[in-house]
């Protein structure tokens, strides 16, 4: 079949492979993107395929928020130094306007989506910049909250290393008085990296690998197993405190917890932290 000079400059582009690799890798896959691909990795021609198993412990993570509507993005790179020029930074902008605006919550659905509404995937775009940058890169985390009984808040640290979307419910006149509240509360997700927002979200099988974890440790203690038990539920406690939002130490009065904070601030009036995502680049 006759292979269009267009398309061995975009697998070109998207692979970092040679023309005469690219020609021959359409023509082997009858010109299926995707094949010609694993074509040209399994012949270890691709240079973008080579940077994929590169560790990504630098990139960003921003976030984008209107009112009940919020996006969290991470996109992860090898060095600080690609994390902070135009072409990522560009990227990542772009990235985190289609998740937001086409409502997208994971990678997966990401990826496969057109990007910005061009012919070429975000998955085909994503490996044309590995190939251009030179180093590896990943779409690492995707979140979008929607809440139509109240609003969706972010909080990026400096240095856009950590991220934090928090969903509340509430009556807006509520909300706005709880705006120094609500900040709070996701900073101290993104300082206190909590797993659970109460400890009914808890699962029974993490609690009962916490106990075994618990039991394991105490096994030589020479203790009856009536105080074991009394001791591991001790530990269970402390375990709700370090993966529990609402049971954590708060981080700007640690003899209060966030539970107490939130219930003060909201003075009766009906208020729930109702979800939160938590993004942190080498996490």
Known sequence: ??????????????????????????????????????????????????????????????????????????????????ARTDDFTGFVAALLQQAFGEKLGSTEQMLARPFSGGSATVQEVLTEKVAKLGENMQLARVAFFEAPQGAVHAYIHPGNRVGVLLEVRGDDATLAGLAPTIHDVAMQVAAASPSFVRREEVDA???????????????????????????????????????????????????????????????????????????????
């Open 205 to 283: 099988a993490t609690l009962e690998k916490e106990r075994e974890i618990a039991r394991e440790q105490l096994k030589e203690s020479g203790k009856p197993a009536a105080v074991i038990e009394k001791i591991v539920d001790g530990k269970i406690g402390k375990y709700y405190e370090e993966a529990c939002l609402m049971e954590q130490p708060f981080i700007k009065d640690d003899s209060k917890k966030v539970a107490d904070v939130v219930r003060e601030a909201a003075g009766g009036k009906p208020f729930e932290v109702v979800r939160f995502a938590r993004f942190a680049l080498g996490a």
């Open 1 to 82: 079949m006759s292979i269009a000079a267009s398309d061995v400059k975009k697998l070109r582009d998207m692979t970092g492979a040679g023309m005469m690799d690219c020609k021959e890798a359409l023509a082997a896959s009858a010109g299926d993107f995707d094949e010609a691909i694993d074509f040209l990795r399994k012949k270890g021609l691709s240079k973008a395929a080579k940077k994929t198993d590169r560790e990504t412990k630098e990139g960003l993570v921003d976030a984008k928020v209107d009112g009940r509507c919020g996006a969290l993005i991470q996109v992860s790179c090898e060095t600080d130094f690609v």
